[in-house]
């Protein structure tokens, strides 16, 4: 009777009813974690998605799923439902958003062209670990952004690389490079897109190289943007190489209807691992990008994990 009397005690029942809501909200919680998942697995390539991708990175809504079924006490049925559902839904997600984890590629045993592209930030953790990295990397073509002073390299980074590295620079963007400088330009945009184009002669054959510098979405003018990076690649002739920070997430609806063309370095030629760029210390989101025209064949790809800047470098290899 002590015990029935205990158990049903005011503060007792309280505490029953405080167990009964937590456990209603983490199945609330569940679900929703659930429709977001589903979301993103079936509805990436559209507008709203893609925006919604960029402030939810897609670990939260997996971990927020997995504790809200911890604490969701739900019967056998619903546990065994979640328990088939959602590590099918994870690995249908990751098999989709991180192409890199399967399955492994091996590196191949060549030498061929090395792109280098970063977002320094303007120099604000330090250009001596900078240095050191971008000469560690020996990069054929070096590709810089939020990285030149009054429109030029910086006199350090030059003196760096050496007189064999030649330079074409704009504001806040350069690309260096061992092979001939043909002719560069900042394109002129009518929207806060910013291009930045230089030819270069890769052994006998003209590249062009576009560094983009894309301002961070959701805006309104996203799609203005692409739109027009869209007509600006739709007209060249000669092979081609984008590349740059986009912040725009993988699967962005506009990142695949620009670049439906091009080769996508890193789902090509990366190997086994995760891919993300930003930022550096705990990378989440891919928001920096390389495709490449039929005419050139990555070979190999990864992200750098110097924390010079907040973002991680791009290391590509590429042949004609």
């Known amino acids: 009777m002590d015990r029935q009397r205990e158990t049903d005690s005011p503060g007792d029942r309280r505490q029953v009813r405080r167990i009964g809501r937590l456990a209603w909200a983490a199945r609330a919680v569940l679900g929703l974690a659930l429709v977001s998942l589903a979301a993103r697995w079936m509805f990436a390539d559209r507008w709203i998605i893609t925006e919604w991708n960029f402030h939810i990175p897609l670990p939260l809504p997996m971990l927020v799923a997995l504790g809200a079924a911890f604490f969701a006490r739900p019967g056998k049925r619903q546990a065994l439902g979640i328990a088939i559902a959602l590590p099918i839904l994870i690995v249908m997600l990751l098999w989709r958003e991180q192409p890199a984890l399967f399955p492994h590629r091996e590196r191949e045993v060549i030498r061929p062209v090395r792109l280098v592209a970063w977002n320094l930030m303007s120099y604000n ?3 001596k670990k ?3 990295t971008l000469v560690g990397d020996d990069a054929d073509i070096v590709c810089i952004l939020e990285g030149t002073y009054r429109g030029q390299p910086p006199e350090f980074l030059q003196k760096a690389l050496g007189d064999e590295t030649q330079w074409a620079s704009t504001r806040q963007m350069a690309i260096g490079t061992r092979f001939p400088i043909l002719e560069s330009e900042e394109l002129e945009t009518r929207t806060r897109l910013r291009v930045f184009r230089a030819t270069i002669e890769i052994e006998g054959t003209p590249c062009t190289v576009y560094l983009i510098d894309m301002p961070v979405p959701p805006r309104f003018d996203t799609r203005e943007m692409y739109n027009e990076l869209w007509a600006i690649l739709k007209l060249e002739r000669k092979p081609l190489i984008l590349v740059g920070d986009f912040n725009t997430p993988r699967g962005s ?15 090509a030629a990366a190997p086994f691992g995760w891919l993300a760029s930003w930022p550096s210390e ?6 920096d990008h390389a495709f490449f025209s039929p005419e050139l064949r990555p070979c190999f790809s990864r992200f750098g994990d110097a924390h010079a800047s907040d973002h991680c470098r791009q290391i590509i290899e590429f042949e004609l």
């Open 253 to 267: 609806w506009h990142l695949r209807r620009t670049t439906s063309e091009l080769t996508d370095a890193y789902r």
């Open 282 to 287: 705990f990378p989440i989101y891919q928001l």
């Open 130 to 132: 900078v240095t050191e």
């Open 125 to 127: 953790r330090g250009e």
